[in-house]
């Protein structure tokens, strides 16, 4: 069992930058993929970006690519998500989540096992 508390989300302009922290329990964190969701209002929720295990793969929707930056720190049990020159496209509710298996569809919520309750990104114009 692994539980995720994200932290870091917040209100900023367009063209700011927030860095998301996803903070998990229990002494298997590095078995795990991590990936990082998210949920507009009304939409459904989609990929941002996933890492593997060592953090030596990382994968990423192309609306995102090059302005965010999946990382993790196994010793601190934490995966970030650093957040540059976001737009008001980016306003969503982020969510991480935990898959046991590095499988070819990480872009689907179906592949992770556990998710935290997510943190609120709000990118005013």
């Known amino acids: 069992q692994v539980q995720l508390v994200e932290s870091g989300g917040g209100l900023v302009q367009a063209g700011g930058s927030l860095r998301l922290s996803c903070a998990a329990s229990?002494?298997?964190?590095?078995?795990?993929?991590m990936g990082w969701f998210r949920q507009a209002p009304g939409k459904e929720r989609e990929f941002v970006a996933a890492?593997?295990?060592?953090?030596?793969?990382?994968f990423y929707a192309d609306s995102v690519k090059g302005r965010f930056t999946i990382s993790r720190d196994n010793a601190k049990n934490t995966v970030y998500l650093q957040m540059n020159s976001l737009k008001p496209e980016d306003t969503a509710v982020y969510y991480c989540?935990?898959?046991?298996?590095?499988?070819?569809?990480?872009?689907?919520?179906?592949?992770?096992?556990?998710w935290g309750q997510g943190t609120q990104v709000t990118v005013s114009s």
């Open positions: 229990g002494r298997t964190f590095s078995s795990y993929v």
């Open positions: 989540a935990a898959a046991r298996k590095l499988t070819n569809y990480l872009l689907r919520t179906a592949e992770y096992d556990y």
């Open positions: 890492i593997t295990w060592s953090g030596s793969s990382t």
